[in-house]
């Protein structure tokens, strides 16, 4: 069974950093892709970030690419996405989920979890 735990959001100043983290169950390094995907108030639940399995592919959304950084740690099971330069737009819940890389470069969710917020204040 996929279990993904978020954890690292909290409340940071514009053009700050925070490093999101998203611990999964044995063996779900080896079997899927993972990823983030936040959504903020009002609006729907957008891809941020993915992983492919090794960790040989990485995926970014226009908006993110350049500040955030997707990496996996299999010893731990640990896949982080590092922000830095973070922007008030975002401020969001964000997912870490388990999936695969689709055949146009994007991500194909599966599972996710329960969400950790980040909110960034000017």
């Known amino acids: 069974q996929v279990q993904l735990v978020e954890s690292g959001g909290e409340v940071v100043q514009t053009g700050g950093s925070l490093r999101l983290s998203c611990t999964a169950s044995?063996?779900?390094?080896?079997?899927?892709?993972l990823g983030w995907f936040r959504q903020a108030p009002g609006k729907e639940r957008e891809f941020v970030a993915g992983?492919?399995?090794?960790?040989?592919?990485?995926l970014y959304a226009d908006s993110v690419q350049g500040r955030f950084t997707i990496s996996g740690d299999n010893a731990k099971n640990t896949v982080y996405l590092q922000m830095n330069s973070l922007k008030l737009e975002d401020t969001a819940v964000y997912y870490c989920?388990?999936?695969?890389?689709?055949?146009?470069?994007?991500?194909?969710?599966?599972?996710w979890g329960q969400g950790t917020q980040v909110t960034v204040s000017s």
């Open positions: 992983i492919s399995i090794r960790g040989r592919i990485t």
């Open positions: 044995e063996r779900t390094f080896s079997d899927y892709a």
């Open positions: 989920t388990a999936g695969g890389l689709g055949p146009h470069s994007d991500f194909e969710p599966n599972y």
